[in-house]
């Protein structure tokens, strides 16, 4: 069946994408029940719905664009004031819950393999791409699609499968704080923190529209902002490619470096760091960069709502669905109960899963919108690590169960 906008219609489908963030923005910032829900959630279901109305498509140029483009972008602009003497300080505690969750996908990949091995054919070759996912993002789950062979029929409805589970896994983390066993169990510094300091503010905005209120920023700031970004995804992707190319061997020592180096999502942010490191003040001078990454996030979130087409899923492989929520389960399990032996707070655990079963983008946004400031960088660096990592774990996954 086709759709009311097609997926040639380039100019709509944008502006389907830049109406769904800029929405969002506003309910988040105005509405207290949409702030709780979050922005990043609201345009990721306002395209989710559109999509499952046969409004926009599943799939399009423009989506493909956004992951190509816009989320690069987001990256360095979120991280201009990443200054690598504080981030060891600021990134150390969830770099290791980080570690502990992945532990959880890890569990949950083998636990879903013997769960669903006679019900879905080839699932050697599947349980890599969700085990690399739900390490580090997307980009781990087209690498290790690629990797196994697996068909494109597939390939599609496990990418939607994945998309709906983590716009649904996302609601589960947000509400996870306010549970009265979870404030039982876990520390809750930053929301009691949160709760300090806006005791005697004004209780009618938002959390959202206080940490966004209005700032001071130049023509100037945006052109270098712009400019910067530009600058530091052009030489990282440039980069990436020679050092895949000249290691392009089949051997361990090839696959490390071209994996580690050849990663342009973790040369972005090193370049990134290392600026905004040894340029502090003259990054740090530059107004307006976290405003416009976040907002080129809303749009990435946008995007992560239309493939999730609820009738493919039904229609194509549900079991896909149950394999999915296995695995994510399982990682939410183990991230609450390691987190508890090593008595890590709800908000980094909570951070922390997202960035493994999200990325990077999902779990910076979720601490931008619940106003954990001080976990956007750590959530946004750990999963960038998972960028590489996810691709580690889905091979030595998919090496032991063929």
């Known amino acids: 069946m086709g759709t009311l906008i097609s997926a040639e219609d380039t100019w709509m489908l944008w502006t389907v994408l830049a109406l769904s963030a800029a929405l969002s923005i506003y309910l988040e910032q105005k509405y207290k029940w ?5 922005g ?16 926009i498509p599943t799939d399009a140029p423009v989506y493909d664009a956004v992951w190509g483009y816009v989320v690069p972008l987001a990256v360095p602009l979120l991280l201009f004031n990443a200054n ?8 150390g505690r969830i770099l290791v819950i980080y570690l502990l969750s992945s532990v959880g996908t890890l569990l949950g990949g083998f636990a879903a393999f013997f769960a669903l091995r006679n019900a879905i054919p080839k699932l050697n070759d599947i349980i890599p791409m969700f085990v ?4 580090g993002g997307s980009v781990n789950f087209i690498a290790m699609s690629q990797q196994y062979e697996v068909p494109g029929k597939t390939v599609s409805a496990a990418l939607v499968a994945d998309n709906l589970l983590m716009a649904i896994y996302v609601f589960v983390l947000i509400s996870l704080p306010a549970m009265a066993i979870i404030k039982k169990l876990y520390k809750q510094p930053y929301e009691d923190a949160l709760r300090a300091n806006n005791a005697d503010q004004d209780q009618n905005k938002t959390m959202a529209a206080k940490y966004w209120g209005a700032k001071e920023i130049s023509l100037k700031d945006i052109a270098f902002a712009v400019a910067i970004a530009f600058t530091i995804v052009t030489l990282s992707t440039k980069l990436a490619g020679i050092i ?3 290691f392009s061997g089949g051997d361990v020592v090839s696959k490390f470096i071209a994996g ?8 972005i942010t090193t370049f990134t760091m290392l600026i905004a490191s040894f340029f502090p003040k003259q990054m740090s001078s530059v107004k307006g960069a976290q405003e416009i990454g976040t907002f080129l996030i809303y749009l990435f979130f946008a995007v992560i709502g239309a493939p999730a087409s609820i009738p493919m899923i039904i229609r194509e492989s549900p079991l896909l669905l149950v394999l999915a929520l296995i695995v994510v389960a399982t990682n939410m399990i183990v991230s609450l109960i390691l987190g508890k032996i090593f008595k890590f707070s709800i908000e980094e655990i909570i951070i922390a899963s997202n960035a493994n079963v999200g990325g990077p983008t999902t779990a910076a946004a979720m601490a931008v919108s619940k106003g954990w400031t001080e976990l956007i960088i750590p959530g946004l660096l750990t999963g960038t690590l998972g960028y590489v990592l996810g691709n580690y774990l889905g091979i030595f996954v998919g090496m032991l169960l063929h």
């Not at 959630?41 to 046969?54: C, E, M, P, R, V």
């Open 34 to 38: 949409a702030s709780k829900i979050t």
């Open 40 to 55: 990043c959630i609201l345009a990721t279901l306002f395209t989710l719905i559109l999509a499952n109305l046969n409004i």
């Open 84 to 91: 690598v003497k504080k981030i060891w300080k600021e990134s």
């Open 132 to 135: 690399g996912t739900y390490t």
């Open 244 to 246: 895949s190319s000249a």
């Open 260 to 267: 580690f180096f050849g990663n342009k999502y973790l040369l």
